[in-house]
């Protein structure tokens, strides 16, 4: 994982292991908005099943398009207005530097 400012705050999580999704299943009922910063098709289909639990998800990814690396650019395009439509907000060839959590 990069290095990325904030990474250790609360409410900021990584997805590498079972614990770590029961952490972030116990502290979804408490957000609003989950972004998930990913190059890959696991970081993708985590971003589905936040949108299914009805959050606003943002989806960064540091590639100039979804899944480059595994399909065409006419593909991609229709993932990314599919998942658009369902309301998953895509934001392409951007590097993370910081991290930072919305009190409520």
Same mark, same amino acid.
């Given at each position: 994982? !990069? ?6 705050? *609360?409410?900021? $999580?990584?997805?590498?292991? =079972? ?5 972030? =299943?116990? *502290?979804? !009922? ?21 949108? %299914?639990? /009805?959050?606003?998800?943002? $989806? ?5 398009? =979804?899944? /480059?690396?595994?399909?065409?650019? /006419? ?13 998953? %907000?895509? $934001?392409?060839? =951007? ?7 919305? *009190?409520?």
């Amino acid at each position: 994982m !990069p290095v990325i400012k904030g990474i250790q705050r *609360a409410g900021i $999580f990584a997805l590498r292991r =079972l614990p770590d999704v029961h952490q972030i =299943l116990t *502290a979804l !009922p408490m957000a609003e908005t989950v972004t998930v910063v990913s190059d890959t098709l696991w970081g993708l289909k985590t971003a589905c099943a936040l949108r %299914r639990k /009805e959050k606003e998800v943002i $989806f960064i990814t540091s590639r100039s398009r =979804l899944l /480059e690396d595994s399909f065409d650019e /006419e593909t991609t395009q229709f993932i990314s207005d599919n998942l658009e439509s369902w309301g998953i %907000r895509l $934001f392409v060839s =951007l590097k993370v530097s910081e991290l930072l959590v919305k *009190a409520s």
